[in-house]
C-alpha cells in the first residue's frame, strides 16, 4: 500500500494549488491514504474549520497540526473531528487527539502527531510520548509527524523509532530534506517533507518583509506571499501486514 504525507500548507494559495495538484499525484502514484499538514492552512497561520474543509476537499484523509493548532482559539471545536490531530504531547487538558487510526476496510493506518520540545515549547517529551501510544495500538502499520525544529531531534527519533513504526517524517521547517531513507531496513524517514505554498517566499511569507525582519530587526506583520507555488511530498510504500516501509520516495511537484 501507499501512504502520501505533504508538507505543510500555507495560507489559502498552498490550499487552491493543493486542490489543484492532490487528485493527478494521487491517480499517478496509486495512493491509499493521504496525510495533510494543515497547521499553517489559514491565512496568518493556524487552522479554521474552512481551511480544514479546503484541505479535506482538495483529498486529504488525515490532517495533522503542530506548534500553531491552537492559534485559534475561537476554531477548537474543528479538533471534534477524528481525522484532525494535534501534537499528542499536549496535556490531556488540551482539545482533540494525538493519533487516529484510519480504517481502509482490510488494515487501519494509525497516524500519529508529535512535536519537538528542542527550540519549542516545554511539552512533554516526544519520546516517552510515542512509547505509551505504541503501546496502545494493534497495527503495524504506523506513520509519525514529527512537527519539530532541530534535525537532530528528529533524527534521534527516527533511529529511536526505527523498526518500530512504519514511517517517521519531520514537518515544521517547511524546508525538503535530501535525506529520505529506510532505517534499520523496516521505518521509513525524511528530516523534514517540506511546504505547500509560494515557492518564492521566505518558507510562505512575502520574502521582503521577512528580509526586513531579520535584517533591520524591527517588528513587521508577516503576510502569505503570493505567486508560484510547489508542493512536497513523500510516498511511502509499505507493507499492510508487517508495516515495513518498502519504498519512500520525495517529490516535489511545481
Known amino acids: 500500500?501507499?501512504?502520501?504525507?505533504?508538507?505543510?500548507?500555507?495560507?489559502?494559495?498552498?490550499?487552491?494549488?493543493?486542490?489543484?495538484?492532490?487528485?493527478?499525484?494521487?491517480?499517478?502514484?496509486?495512493?491509499?491514504?493521504?496525510?495533510?499538514?494543515?497547521?499553517?492552512?489559514?491565512?496568518?497561520?493556524?487552522?479554521?474549520?474552512?481551511?480544514?474543509?479546503?484541505?479535506?476537499?482538495?483529498?486529504?484523509?488525515?490532517?495533522?497540526?503542530?506548534?500553531?493548532?491552537f492559534q485559534r482559539k475561537n476554531e477548537f471545536s474543528l479538533f471534534e473531528d477524528e481525522c484532525i490531530i494535534r501534537p499528542a504531547n499536549y496535556g490531556d487538558a488540551c482539545p482533540g487527539r494525538g493519533y487516529t487510526l484510519y480504517d481502509m476496510g482490510s488494515t487501519q493506518a494509525a497516524v500519529i502527531n508529535l512535536q519537538g520540545v528542542l527550540y519549542l515549547e516545554p511539552l512533554a517529551s516526544p519520546f516517552d510520548t510515542i512509547d505509551s501510544i505504541l503501546e496502545e495500538l494493534d497495527t503495524p502499520n504506523i506513520f509519525v509527524d514529527f512537527h519539530a525544529e532541530a534535525t537532530s531531534e528528529k533524527r534521534a527519533l527516527g533511529l529511536y523509532l526505527a523498526g518500530r513504526v512504519t514511517a517517521v517524517i519531520g514537518t515544521h521547517t517547511h524546508v525538503p530534506t535530501a535525506d529520505a531513507c529506510?532505517?534499520?531496513?523496516?521505518?521509513?524517514?525524511?528530516?523534514?517533507?517540506?511546504?505547500?505554498?509560494?515557492e518564492d517566499s521566505v518558507l510562505g511569507v512575502k520574502k521582503e518583509i521577512a528580509i526586513d525582519r531579520m535584517r533591520l530587526h524591527i517588528p513587521v506583520r508577516f503576510e502569505e506571499a503570493q505567486g508560484a507555488c510547489y508542493l512536497c511530498g513523500v510516498v511511502i510504500d509499505y507493507d499492510s501486514k508487517s508495516g515495513k516501509c518498502n519504498k519512500i520516495d520525495s517529490i516535489i511537484v511545481r
Open 182 to 198: 529506510i532505517l534499520g531496513g523496516h521505518t521509513g524517514y525524511m528530516t523534514d517533507v517540506g511546504m505547500t505554498g509560494v
Open 1 to 69: 500500500m501507499k501512504l502520501l504525507m505533504i508538507g505543510d500548507v500555507v495560507g489559502d494559495v498552498g490550499c487552491r494549488f493543493l486542490a489543484q495538484k492532490l487528485p493527478r499525484i494521487k491517480r499517478e502514484y496509486g495512493i491509499d491514504v493521504t496525510v495533510v499538514n494543515g497547521e499553517n492552512s489559514a491565512d496568518g497561520n493556524g487552522i479554521t474549520k474552512a481551511s480544514a474543509q479546503a484541505v479535506f476537499q482538495a483529498g486529504a484523509d488525515v490532517i495533522t497540526t503542530g506548534n500553531h493548532a
